[in-house]
Structure formats: C-alpha cells, structure tokens
C-alpha cells in the first residue's frame, strides 16, 4: 500500500507560481517503479491529466499546461512535484497526484484570481 499526501495549493494572482508536491509513504519500490500523474479537476468539469512522469524521469504534459508546468521526482525524498508558471485563471481545479493508475491523494486546491 502507498499513501499520497500534495500540498502546495494556494491563492496566486494570474501570471504567479505555484508548486505542489505529492509525498508519498507505504511502499516505496510501487513508488519508485511506477509513473506517476497530476490530475486536476475544476468545479462541473471532469477530471483532466495534467503531467505525467515515468518511472525513469520521463515527463509528458497536456497541451494546456505546455511550457508553463513541469513535473519532476525526486527517489530520494519519495515525492513529487509540479512546479507551475503563468498560471492562468483557468488552472483553477483541485489537483491531485496519482501512483500507477492505483493510488490517490486527497487533492490541494489551486485559485488562480486577482
């Protein structure tokens, strides 16, 4: 079993930064060896992916979030992290990370407003 913990969220004015992490606890080879995901999901919308990261480094994004967002882990720390720019108001959305299609945090909330 792994438990995932983000934190991060917050208040940011359009054009900020935020950077959310995802630390992870349990079982830490299912963490080390699996690709892991941010999701995030905005009131009335359905859930969307938002970055990925493979077991061996490899980050993929949605066109959404391209050029503004990366997502990075760390082995060592067991975490990981999405560090986003120019945030837009419509970043607006719960974000939460995901181990191997399995395991979920509880999500931190991201208000991007002025």
């Known amino acids: 079993q792994v438990q995932l913990v983000e934190s991060g969220g917050g208040l940011v004015q359009p054009g900020g930064s935020l950077n959310l992490s995802c630390a992870a606890s349990?079982?830490?080879?299912?963490?080390?060896?699996?690709?892991i995901r941010w999701y995030r999901q905005a009131p009335g919308k359905e859930r969307e992916l938002v970055a990925t990261?493979?077991?061996?480094?490899?980050?993929n994004y949605a066109d959404s979030v391209k050029g503004r967002f990366t997502i990075s882990r760390d082995g060592a720390k067991n975490a990981v992290y999405l560090q986003m720019n120019s945030l837009k108001p419509e970043d607006t959305a719960v974000y939460y990370c995901?181990?191997?299609?399995?395991?979920w945090g509880q999500g931190t909330q991201v208000t991007v407003s002025s």
């Open positions: 990261i493979s077991s061996g480094g490899n980050p």
């Open positions: 995901n181990l191997a299609g399995k395991y």
């Open positions: 349990g079982s830490m080879r299912i963490f080390s060896i699996n690709t």
